[in-house]
């Protein structure tokens, strides 16, 4: 029996799934051990702001999806760890100051940023060749289907 295009996309969206939430579980047990003392949600929250610096607390906690005043306690003891310092405020909204990293928070930033990739790379070398050709062949399709 011939399997219809519906049938193999349906079959691949639930390998693909599979192997997203095996690799997703595998960097999130990697991030847990490596992020030099800081909770899995304040080393995401430092790279949200490395990537969007700037950002106000409102909108780092929609982004993040948690409550504005959990997002106001990380803000705070990252603050108080010296890996993140506010702007001067909004001259639109006084109340608004944006983030953005110290020296401290981006060489923190950096380190997890080169374990991660250093973590991935090792992984990748357990590939044969062809194996690398075709992940390095899906990776545009990847972000496609990441794409809104």
């Known amino acids: ?12 969206a639930e390998d693909l799934r599979d192997a997203i939430k095996l690799l997703v579980r595998e960097i999130k047990r990697d991030a847990e051990r490596q992020t030099s003392g800081l909770s899995l949600m304040q ?27 959990t997002m106001s306690a990380q803000v705070k003891a990252l603050e108080e760890a010296g890996l993140l310092a506010r702007g001067a405020p909004d001259p639109e909204d006084r109340r608004r100051t944006g983030l953005r990293l110290t020296e401290a928070g981006q060489a923190v ?3 997890m940023h080169a374990h991660r990739l250093d973590w991935l790379a090792q992984r990748l070398k357990r590939l044969d060749a062809a194996q690398l050709d075709a992940l390095a062949a899906a990776i545009e399709p990847l972000k496609s289907i990441a794409r809104p």
């Open 43 to 69: 080393a995401m929250l430092l790279g949200a702001v490395s990537h969007h610096p700037g950002i106000g607390v409102a909108e780092l906690a929609r982004m993040k999806q948690v409550r504005t005043p």
């Open 1 to 12: 029996m011939m399997t219809t295009q519906p049938d193999r996309t349906v079959q691949v």
């Open 109 to 111: 930033t950096d380190q």
